[in-house]
């Protein structure tokens, strides 16, 4: 029984561990690219103000690479 309290014990850590080690990957990966996704832009073609994404809703315009 004891056993397996220590075995619960190392895998909760370990789910922990890996998850800080996932998002700080996440997180190394590309900040950049996930801000952008995230900042209102204003579609180029309709003037329509996107508050989320890379794709104007109201015309289907991708945001412009800046
Ligand atoms: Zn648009």
Redesign the pocket.
Known sequence: MQYLFWFIIAGFFALIAGTFYWSSLRRGGNPIELEKDLEEWI??????Q?QMGTE?I????KKPAD
């Open positions: 579609c180029p073609t309709c003037g329509f996107v104007c109201y015309c289907g315009e």
